[in-house]
């Protein structure tokens, strides 16, 4: 197959060019250990630093308060663990919502299991959380508050700064999980009173396998591996030395390209909604209208599953994505999907399509073309349409 239009970014995206360009030098001739004394690696220690910087100069935030990871869900796992850990003696419980990604719902029923109390926010038909349900929420032994910054799935962005005021007027940490978010709006962690911050490379076409978590300076937090003295001792581990310059070197480039490209995918997204919801019959955009990611488009097709759209976008090249988790053996559909109240039926319709910094006008008008035919004849043979058909003639 020669056409193959991806439109998965919110899975993952083509590393760079220029990212790997500056990658390969520390795979061959830079190979030193970043701890090393001679110079010769010592060297490595300074090119990972101005990473450090490159980073905590996008969130307006200090170098010494980027701490390398081994990407988003190890960033969530250590903002939850050691948060909960650390501040045990003032309490054990947890705000965070039903949307959140599995790295950090998973991670909050680990700490249930521990013995924490975690309160669940419900979203609302758009994906945005109540302000007031939070601050009702809050009792004297909440020690953290984690809202993602971006929904992956369905696109909306949280009313984050007010999250952030709210947990500051009641001395709680506040973490979010912005690995959709980053690359893609400017984020400002002062501003927003955001103590502790998860991205990954992988996410804004940086190498896999690396993130990193914001910690505000004087959070109490515990090392998330034991070992070496490497990121402050909080995290051992010979630094993945080609991973962190792709790294920087992605964020420096999104951040650069951030205006440009996004007002792009915001005209091709909105383009793709048009079309979709104009076009083809039973069908609805999911996640906020204007509250969303630049590149995020999140629709319901009524009667129809999505693994079977999926597969057929697949046999016309189109890479995209189903609201339902079915691919992971499981036959539930998106937890994201029910806690913004879509019926089973119609969460299983569901298909997400996340555009690039490559996606054309081309693209979208091609996916649109070819979803219109599939949907069509995908509810042809369904008998949940047949009955439908039958009750409203
Ligand atoms: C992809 C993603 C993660 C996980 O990041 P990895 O680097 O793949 O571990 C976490 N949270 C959100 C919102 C994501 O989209």
């Known amino acids: 197959m020669d056409k ?16 790997v360009e500056a990658m390969l030098p520390y795979f061959t001739e830079n190979y030193g250990n970043p701890s090393s004394v001679y110079s010769f690696a010592a060297k490595n220690k300074d090119a990972v630093n101005r990473q450090r910087e490159i980073i905590a100069e996008a969130l307006g935030a200090d170098g010494s308060e980027i701490y390398f990871t081994a990407g988003g869900s190890e960033a969530d796992n250590w903002a939850l663990k050691a948060a909960a850990e650390a501040y045990a003696s003032k309490g054990r419980h947890i705000i965070t919502t039903k949307i959140e990604h599995h790295a950090v ?9 521990k013995g924490c109390e975690v309160t669940y926010l419900d979203v609302d038909e758009e994906g945005l959380i109540s302000l007031e349900e939070l601050k009702s ?8 508050i984690s809202v993602m910054y971006a929904n ?31 690359g893609q709006i400017p984020i400002r962690v002062d501003e927003c009173c955001i103590d502790m911050l998860s991205a990954s490379g992988h996410k804004l076409n940086g190498p896999k396998g690396i ?85 995020n488009a999140n629709f319901s097709f009524q009667f129809i599953e999505g693994e079977s ?9 189109i890479c995209g994505s189903s609201g339902s988790a079915c691919t992971s053996g499981s ?21 997400r399509l ?11 008008d091609y996916v649109a073309d070819v979803l219109k035919e599939i949907v069509a004849g995908l509810r042809e043979m369904s008998p949940l349409y047949e009955d439908f058909l039958k009750k409203n003639q």
Do not use: W
């Not at 909306?156 to 979010?176: D, R, S």
């Not at 109490?220 to 051992?236: L, M, T």
């Open 331 to 351: 036959l539930d559909p998106s937890h994201v999907l029910l806690a913004i109240g879509l019926p089973h039926e119609t969460a299983h319709g569901s298909l």
């Open 4 to 19: 193959l239009i991806y439109l998965d970014h919110a899975a993952t995206t083509k590393t760079a060019p220029e990212v």
């Open 105 to 113: 719902l998973h991670t909050a029923e680990y700490l249930e299991k």
């Open 211 to 295: 993130g990193f978590l914001y910690i505000r300076k004087g959070v109490k937090i515990r090392s998330f591996v034991h070992g070496g003295a490497q990121e402050r001792k909080r995290r051992a581990g010979t630094e993945n030395v080609p991973g962190i310059i792709g790294l920087g070197t992605a964020v420096d480039r999104a951040v650069r390209t951030m205006e440009e490209r996004t007002a792009k995918e915001r005209e091709l997204r909105d383009y793709l909604i048009e079309r979709v919801l104009s076009e083809i019959p039973y069908c609805r955009l999911n996640g906020h209208r204007s509250m969303r990611l630049p590149n």
């Open 137 to 144: 929420a809050i009792r004297p032994d909440t020690i953290l």
């Open 309 to 317: 759209l999926l597969i057929r976008l697949d046999m016309k090249g």
């Open 354 to 364: 996340t555009l690039g910094e490559e996606t054309t006008k081309e693209d979208v």
């Open 152 to 182: 992956n799935e369905i696109g909306t962005i949280e009313p984050i700064k007010e999250i952030g005021q709210i947990a500051q007027e009641n001395g709680i940490l506040f973490h979010t999980d912005a690995v959709q978010a980053f």
